[in-house]
Structure formats: structure tokens, C-alpha cells
């Protein structure tokens, strides 16, 4: 059975050595973030992730280890995984350059046929780039080969889209490489797997088994990317079409619901908001418009997504400013600070955006995330106040923001908002209750693409 290393213990790296164990390999788990490593080690799982806690208790010690050696981890294994960050440059393209240096110490350490897998989201061309710096670096006649197999995992549910994938891509130039993958693979793609007693429970809709799409390692490379930057579209697509909804006075959930029944589109990311966010949309959005540029295509279409998506957190921004007025010195309470609910990932979430806007002008702000708060206090440093729950957030407030699509955000009790709440004015950048719900309260509610409700007297509300 092949050996599987996995270098980086990220949302994918972590997820993807615990899965691969769950599957029945024996995996090594590498990192150079030596804290990371002791925290895993003492079994504390650093990212919040469904199942995740289980599969690393059930396997570590045993099909599942945690190592700073790559050296080590790259003798021991014929299958490696690199899953390390790509970060965006300031111009917009990836940095490769924590691909790079894994694949020259790969290249160092080579004592056998390896196959080197990119997990990460890189670039057309990457693979290509890592087999020229395996070759210029190793010193022996070891063959290898490099194959694209991106993540299409999403945050918050990581442990069964990785189990349950849609699909599962894989991209090479070699048939020797294309039987080793479609080995590590085929207790998923038989149907193995899901005859398992002990499996995670797959989630509705789950397409079992799934599909292998074998292509070419750029195809491979080009999927990625290309899927990401059509979610973000259908993000900002939905966005835009809200703005109108909001200039005209149509409601966007009745629209998006109309665009989304058409089984040519589809419901998915068809949800109006203060925009996308994450680790992933925006880099991922401004590399494939920065390498469509290098090979010579003028891909307009993406600075529009961008651009859309940047002017939803300033047209949200400005709806507060309508609100409340003059902001400084106001009390604002923040519900959500993650990019998405599901996750504590608050890498360019646009909660985080508005929140920091909303500081720069003075305003006060008490937030609550179910999961984000470890993570914000480290990155707002003393400059906001942190509560335990949503009632405290909003208790004494001059204003309630709703910024992540929590489920627990969906269902508070309106009524005791009401009560807390200095003034009864929401501004829910998630579109998480209805306009007539909220009149019903008798709150000033003001959200995305939908009816604004203006500030009633107090005798205008309707006893509860
Ligand atoms: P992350 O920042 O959470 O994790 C990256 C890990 O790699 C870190 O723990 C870091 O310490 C480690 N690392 C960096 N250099 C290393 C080295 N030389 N040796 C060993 N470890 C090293 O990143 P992530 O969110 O897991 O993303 C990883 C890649 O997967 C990115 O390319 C991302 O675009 C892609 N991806 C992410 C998601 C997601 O939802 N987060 C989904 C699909 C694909």
C-alpha cells in the first residue's frame, strides 16, 4: 500500500492526512510551524472543523503522524502531497514560493519513484516549474512525476467534501502516475469506503461513489482556478443584480430563487451579501486574472467580480452611515467576524474589512463569533470588545450588524433583541430574516437587495 505524505497542516493539509488515514494509508503529516506541530501532537486541533477532532483521534499515533521533517517524510513515502499557503503577491499573483522550496527539498531527499502532487492552488504552468526545480536540485537519477490534484473542499464542511466530493480531479502526464493516484483514490471511487461502519455520515446529496476526471496536469491546474473564479462570478453576478433590486424596488431572495430554479444555473452562490471572502475567492479570483494576463489573454470579465465585490462592503458600509448617521463614538455590535459561517477562518473576511472601517472612524464596536474569536482578538489587539453571545452584543448597541451566515444568527429571539438593543436597528449584510419578520418586531431592518424598514415610532409597534 502506498505510503502518503502530506506537507502543510492547514485547513487542507490537516484535512486531507486525516482523511487519507481514514481511508487506510499510512500518512505523514508535515509542517515547519513547529507550535502547530506540539499542538497536534498533544492531540488540540488548531482549525475549527466538523469530524476533524474525531478522524485525527482515531488515527494519530497510529495510520497517522506528525512530523517537522521533511526529509524524513519524503524517504518514507511514494505519494507526496504539498499543500502549503499561495498567498497573494501585491500584484495580484500567486507566490509560489513555499511550493518551491518544498519541492527542492523533495528534490534533496529523493531515494526512489515519487509522485509529487500539488493540493495546493497554484497556476497553469506550475507543474511544470516544479519538475524543472526537482531536476535542477536533485542529485540522483530518482524518477518522479508531478501531478495536479486540486482541493475543491470548502471551509466549515472540509472532512465530507473531502470524503464526499463532487468530483475528483486529477491531472498528469504519465500512466504510471495516473495508476497510483487512481490507487489512492479508489476506496472512494469503488464505493469502499462508504460500506464502512465507521464512516463519516455523508451529507445530502452526496455523489456516491464519486467520479475520477483524469486530464493533463495544466487542464487539471486550469479547473481549479477556473471553478473558483465562477463561484466568486455567481457571488458578484448575484450582488450586482441586488444593487438593482435595491434602486428599483425588487426584492433579491424572490429574484435569485427565480434565476436559481433554472436547472441550468442552479441555487448554489446565488446568495446576495456583503460579498465573498476567505482565503480563497479573492486570491485565487486575482491570480487566474494575473496569469491570463502572462499567457495573453485580457480576462476583463475577473476585474469586474473584483470589483463588485469590493463595492458591496462600501455600498454596506454606507447603508450604516444611513442608518446612524454620524458614526464616531457610536455603539455598534458586531454578529460574525468569520468570512463564512461553518469556520474560524477570518483571512480576508469582508466582516473583518468592515469592521476595521468601522474602527478607523471611530466607532465602538462589541462583536461575538461562534468560532472567529480566538483568531480576532489576536488581529484586533485591545481595539474591540469581545462577548460571549449574541444577547451581549447587542445590549445597550446603537446598532445591531449581522456580517456571517452563522445558523445560530438565523434564529435569536427577536423580541429580547428588541429589549437589549439602545436603538431597534439591524443591518443584516446576510440577508438571514425576512423584512416582515422584522416589522413584526418593529425593528428599523435594513439588508441586501430587499425593502429598507425605516425607523418607527414606538407606538407604531404592534404589541407582542
Ligand atoms: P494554511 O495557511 O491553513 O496552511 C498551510 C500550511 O503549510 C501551514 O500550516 C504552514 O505552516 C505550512 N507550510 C508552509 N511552508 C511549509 C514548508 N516549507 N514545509 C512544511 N509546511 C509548510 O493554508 P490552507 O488554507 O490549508 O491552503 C493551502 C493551499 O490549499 C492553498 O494553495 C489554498 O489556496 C488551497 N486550498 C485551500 C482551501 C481552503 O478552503 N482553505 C480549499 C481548497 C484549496
Not at 526537482?134 to 470524503?163: I, Q
Not at 463614538?329 to 468569520?338: E, N, P, Q, R, T
Request: hydrophobic content about 40%.
Amino acid at each position: 500500500m502506498n505510503k502518503i505524505a502530506v506537507v502543510g497542516s492547514g485547513y487542507v493539509g490537516l484535512v486531507a492526512a486525516a482523511c487519507f488515514a481514514e481511508l487506510g494509508y499510512s500518512v505523514t503529516c508535515v509542517d515547519n510551524d513547529l507550535a502547530k506541530l506540539e499542538c497536534l501532537r498533544r492531540g488540540e486541533i488548531p482549525i475549527h472543523e466538523k469530524f476533524l477532532p474525531e478522524l485525527v483521534a482515531r488515527h494519530s499515533g497510529t495510520r497517522l503522524q506528525f512530523s517537522d521533517s521533511l526529509a524524513e517524510a519524503v524517504r518514507s513515502s511514494t505519494v507526496i502531497f504539498i499543500a502549503v499557503g499561495t498567498p497573494s503577491k501585491d500584484n495580484g499573483e500567486a507566490d509560489l514560493s513555499y511550493v518551491e522550496s518544498v519541492a527542492r527539498e523533495i528534490a534533496r531527499s529523493i531515494n526512489g519513484y515519487k509522485v509529487i502532487i500539488e493540493k495546493s492552488t497554484v497556476p497553469v504552468y506550475t507543474s511544470e516549474w516544479i519538475r524543472r526545480v526537482m531536476l535542477l536540485t536533485t542529485r540522483t537519477e530518482c524518477e518522479f512525476d508531478v501531478v495536479s490534484n486540486p482541493e475543491f473542499l470548502r471551509e466549515g464542511t472540509a472532512v465530507t467534501d473531502f470524503l464526499y466530493p463532487d468530483r475528483i480531479v486529477v491531472g498528469v502526464n504519465s500512466e504510471r502516475a495516473a495508476a497510483v493516484l487512481r490507487d489512492i483514490y479508489s476506496p472512494l471511487t469503488t464505493g469502499a469506503y462508504y460500506m464502512s461502519a465507521q464512516r463519516v455520515p455523508e451529507p445530502d446529496r452526496a455523489t456516491i461513489p464519486p467520479q475520477l476526471i483524469l486530464t493533463s496536469a495544466k487542464s487539471a491546474e486550469l479547473i481549479k482556478h477556473a471553478s473558483n473564479a465562477f463561484l466568486a462570478m455567481k457571488i458578484s453576478f448575484i450582488n450586482a443584480v441586488a444593487s438593482i433590486c435595491e434602486e428599483v424596488g425588487a426584492d433579491i431572495e424572490q429574484v435569485a430563487r427565480g434565476i436559481g430554479s433554472d436547472s441550468r444555473i442552479g441555487p448554489q452562490f446565488l446568495r446576495a451579501g456583503i460579498g465573498y471572502g476567505g482565503s480563497c475567492f479573492p486570491k485565487d479570483v486575482s491570480a487566474f486574472r494575473a496569469v491570463s494576463r502572462q499567457c495573453g489573454y485580457d480576462f476583463k470579465l475577473l476585474e469586474d467580480v473584483m470589483q463588485i465585490n469590493e463595492e458591496q462592503r462600501r455600498r454596506f458600509l454606507q447603508k450604516i452611515r444611513t442608518a446612524l448617521w454620524t458614526l464616531k463614538g457610536k455603539k455598534i455590535g458586531v454578529l460574525g467576524l468569520a468570512f463564512k459561517g461553518g469556520t474560524d477562518d477570518i483571512r480576508e473576511s469582508p466582516a473583518i474589512a468592515l469592521v476595521q472601517g468601522l474602527v478607523s472612524e471611530g466607532v465602538q464596536i462589541t462583536a461575538y463569533d461562534p468560532a472567529a474569536m480566538k483568531r480576532a482578538r489576536e488581529l484586533f489587539n485591545g481595539s474591540i470588545h469581545f462577548a460571549e453571545n449574541a444577547y451581549a452584543v447587542a445590549a445597550g448597541a446603537d446598532a445591531l450588524l449581522i456580517l456571517t451566515d452563522w445558523d445560530e444568527f438565523a434564529s435569536l429571539d427577536l423580541k429580547h433583541l428588541h429589549e437589549l438593543l439602545e436603538y431597534p436597528i439591524i443591518l443584516d449584510g446576510r440577508n438571514l430574516y425576512t423584512p416582515e419578520e422584522m416589522e413584526r418586531h418593529g425593528f428599523m431592518y435594513i439588508s441586501i437587495g430587499r425593502k429598507v424598514l425605516p425607523l418607527k415610532q414606538l407606538a407604531d409597534v404592534p404589541a407582542q
